[in-house]
């Protein structure tokens, strides 16, 4: 039922020249010769943008906590998101 599309008379042969536009492209694609071809999840390499994780001089614990409206041992302490149920 889902696939049935409505269409108006008389657009028929535009939407059959479509389709059948769409299968041959298909069928030419599957001519090809992909026998040596490596399956790829990108079509273009994807390279990572991001830099080496290296550990670097941060706040102490205390530092961080310093600012917070709220804390306690140890832990930012912020407001519940969950219903009491």
């Known amino acids: 039922m889902l696939a049935r599309l409505g269409i108006e ?6 939407y059959a020249e479509q389709l059948s ?6 069928d030419r694609l599957q001519q090809l010769d992909t026998e040596h071809i490596p399956p790829t999840a990108q079509v273009v390499e994807v390279a990572s943008r ?6 670097r001089p941060s706040l102490t614990q205390e ?7 709220a804390a306690v ?6 407001p519940s998101i969950q219903e009491e149920t």
């Open 73 to 78: 041992n140890g832990f930012f302490r912020v």
């Open 21 to 26: 536009g769409i299968l041959e492209h298909i």
């Open 9 to 14: 008379p008389g657009d028929e042969a535009y």
């Open 50 to 55: 991001l830099r080496e994780d290296e550990p």
């Open 63 to 69: 530092e961080a906590l310093a600012n917070a409206p």
